[in-house]
């Protein structure tokens, strides 16, 4: 099995070109059924350059805010498949869409119960 993730470490350095944690796609090969346990400390080192001074045992990962149990998360099932982002050390922050911003509520911009939060998804309906 195979599945790409980007490994994120919201506590390292911050990317010269952009003011945002680091971050480093990686595609992960392993059989069906692996723990996270089995590779998470080869995800830490992606992202941080291999370098693990200052950590000690396993490296605490998350998939958004949630803390996610290395012996007990499997590759491949939620919420560790194909295109996950996972934080190594602390929570990630999520990205935020590009054009969004919140509506006044009542507006007719405002999104409804099944298009929440995006103006680019309720630009096109009418009052």
């Known amino acids: ?7 994120v470490d919201p506590l390292g350095p911050t990317s ?8 480093c796609d990686v595609l ?15 995800l830490a080192s992606a992202v941080s350059g291999g370098d693990s001074s200052g950590s000690t045992g396993a490296p605490v ?8 149990d290395a012996q007990r998360c499997t590759l491949g099932e939620p919420p560790l498949i194909d ?5 190594v ?3 990630g922050e ?8 919140p509506p006044p509520p009542g507006s ?3 999104p409804g119960p099944a298009r929440a939060g995006c103006i680019c998804c309720t630009a096109g309906r009418s009052a």
């Open 1 to 7: 099995m195979q599945i790409r993730l980007t490994v």
């Open 28 to 42: 992960v090969t392993a059989p069906a059924g692996t723990a996270l346990a089995a590779v998470a400390s080869a």
């Open 108 to 110: 007719p911009r405002s």
């Open 83 to 87: 295109g996950a982002v996972l934080a």
């Open 16 to 23: 010269p070109v952009r003011e945002r944690a680091v971050s």
């Open 61 to 68: 990962l998350y998939a958004g805010d949630q803390r996610l």
């Open 89 to 91: 050390g602390a929570p």
């Open 94 to 101: 999520p990205e935020p869409h590009p054009s969004w911003s």
